[in-house]
């Protein structure tokens, strides 16, 4: 499969995202596996779990940039809307966000970057 190819996957603007990466592939891949890798979701969850707002908050903005710089648009939204925090949507804004991370962390992990 091609990163093209696994952009479409997951939602990637790919046009734009590549121009931002001035052509380079290579670091654009860099920066699928090292958002593969981030612990931020987990922090999410921890946070969600104890209903740590600023623990939320902050796990949601490290996950809505780095779906931003992807060109993520949906999982971006979905972590911007779960930065907000509002109380009594948290768990299913979490529950959102976590389905549409964990379908890109999939893409990414079956393109063996």
Same mark, same amino acid.
């Given at each position: $499969?091609?990163?093209?190819?696994?952009?479409?996957?997951i939602? $990637?603007?790919?046009?734009?995202?590549?121009?931002?990466?001035?052509?380079?592939?290579?670091? &654009?891949?860099?920066? #699928?596996?090292a958002? /593969?890798?981030?612990?931020?979701?987990?922090?999410? !969850?921890?946070?969600?779990?104890? $209903?740590?707002?600023?623990?939320?908050? @902050?796990?949601? /903005? !490290?996950?809505?940039?780095g779906?931003? !710089?992807?060109? &993520?648009?949906?999982l971006?939204?979905?972590a911007?809307? #779960?930065?907000?925090?509002n109380?009594?949507?948290?768990?299913?804004?979490?529950? /959102? &966000?976590? !389905? #549409? /991370?964990?379908?890109? &962390? @999939?893409?990414?992990?079956?393109?063996?970057?």
């Amino acid at each position: $499969m091609s990163i093209k190819s696994l952009a479409e996957r997951i939602g $990637m603007d790919y046009d734009s995202v590549i121009e931002d990466f001035c052509g380079d592939v290579s670091a &654009l891949k860099d920066s #699928l596996k090292a958002f /593969h890798e981030a612990e931020d979701i987990n922090n999410l !969850k921890k946070a969600v779990e104890s $209903m740590d707002i600023e623990g939320i908050r @902050k796990a949601s /903005h !490290k996950i809505r940039k780095g779906a931003e !710089k992807l060109g &993520l648009g949906e999982l971006r939204t979905a972590a911007a809307r #779960l930065e907000e925090v509002n109380a009594e949507k948290i768990p299913a804004d979490a529950e /959102h &966000l976590e !389905k #549409l /991370h964990a379908e890109t &962390l @999939k893409a990414i992990e079956e393109e063996n970057l």
